[in-house]
């Protein structure tokens, strides 16, 4: 068993005991590890992309703004979305209380 302290209440000190077998934390722990040098080999593989096309003449400043503003026109889509899902909810909410009353 372990103890850790709670997240909940900082000033609280005193340790909780949590039952979880120590193979669960160990394979959490190594499941990190591995997810962080796969981070790190994608990292490495984006900067080879990179010599790539600087090295066939792109411009690769160009190449990073694009990639941003593809990203920043996906996250406002992403936005809109969900905007228009809140607002059909919210109609079809206040068709049933005008149905309701």
């Given at each position: 068993?372990?103890?850790i302290?709670?997240?909940?209440?900082p000033?609280h000190?005193?340790?909780?005991?949590?039952d979880?077998?120590?193979?669960?934390?160990?394979?959490i722990?190594?499941k990190?590890?591995?997810l962080?040098?796969?981070?790190?080999?994608?990292?490495?593989?984006?900067q080879?992309?990179?010599k790539?096309a600087?090295?066939?003449?792109?411009d690769?400043?160009?190449?990073r703004?694009?990639?941003?503003d593809?990203?920043k026109?996906?996250d406002?889509d992403?936005?809109?979305?969900e905007?228009a899902?809140?607002?059909?909810t919210?109609?079809?909410?206040?068709?049933?209380?005008?149905?309701?009353a």
């Open positions: 068993m372990e103890k302290m709670p997240k909940a209440n000033s000190t005193t340790p909780v005991t949590i979880h077998p120590p193979s669960m934390l160990r394979g722990v190594e990190i590890e591995r962080r040098e796969e981070r790190a080999q994608i990292g490495y593989d984006i080879d992309v990179f790539t600087n090295l066939a003449g792109f690769v400043k160009a190449i703004h694009l990639i941003d593809r990203k026109v996906a406002a992403a936005v809109r979305s905007l899902d809140t607002l059909a919210a109609r079809a909410y206040a068709r049933e209380m005008d149905h309701d």
